[in-house]
């Protein structure tokens, strides 16, 4: 059971705000009655009408993108900036699930599915987010394991699950290093390096869950497989 105006934005017609003021207008029928109370329940089997018309349901898009530097993870952006949603040819209203910073390539998700991210996105499902962080500095033994051990950040306290120094680069005095998160809050990668002492250059991630980008060059895309997102399903604990 989901929540009315939650199935009327995920059927692609409006947002869930205005989908409220449907109901509240009592523009919204269930089952041929009309219904005025925002925290109606319906199921999968419920006649929705919207306006005297049966709500069609959108149906269900799952896209991999290597996401760019300089394209913003959003749906719109009020300075008019390229968005990720831009990159990607599709009518129906997906959604990035969680965010890269505007200078932050890799391995991003988009859909309209809410269960889907929903899953990729709760920590509790402990499903690896791998960046490759290019340091100013040169990382130690002890740094690397305070990030294992936990740093505050927002006075919460947070894990990476492995880290692992790939390169050093003595020219630059700058190195690689490989982490892995569960969470996705905001900044959380360059503000645990931060926390530590060191200045994220760049930032890519390279894997979600089972998605990687090794096929897709930078701003290229694909759909994702049925097989793809059962798995992503199986993954909820
Ligand atoms: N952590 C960050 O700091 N930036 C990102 O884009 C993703 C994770």
Known sequence: MKRLQKVIAESGLTSRRKAEELILQKKVKVNGNIVTELGTKVSQNDRIEVNNKILEKENKEYFLLNKPRGVITST???????????????????????????????????????????????????????????????????????LKSGVLLD???????????????????????????HEGKNHQVKRMFES?????????????????????????????????????????K
């Not at 919460?156 to 490989?178: F, G, W």
């Not at 760049?202 to 990687?212: A, H, V």
């Open 76 to 146: 719109k952006d009020d300075k008019s900036r390229k968005t990720v949603i831009d990159l990607i040819n599709t009518t129906a209203r997906i959604y990035p699930v969680g965010r890269l910073d505007y200078d932050t390539t890799g391995a991003l998700l988009l859909t309209n599915d809410g269960d889907f991210a929903n899953i990729l996105m709760h920590p509790t499902n402990e499903i690896d987010k791998v960046y490759l962080a290019k340091l100013e500095g040169i990382i130690k033994g002890e740094q690397i394991n305070k």
């Open 155 to 181: 006075d919460i306290l947070v894990k990476a699950t492995r880290v692992k120094l790939k390169k050093v680069i003595k020219e630059s005095n700058s190195c690689l290093v490989e982490i892995t998160i």
């Open 196 to 236: 530590v002492g060191f200045h994220v250059e760049k930032l890519t991630r390279k894997r979600i869950g089972i998605f990687d980008c090794k096929n897709l060059k930078s701003g290229e895309y694909r759909k994702l497989t049925p097989k793809e997102v059962q798995i992503v399903y199986s993954y909820k």
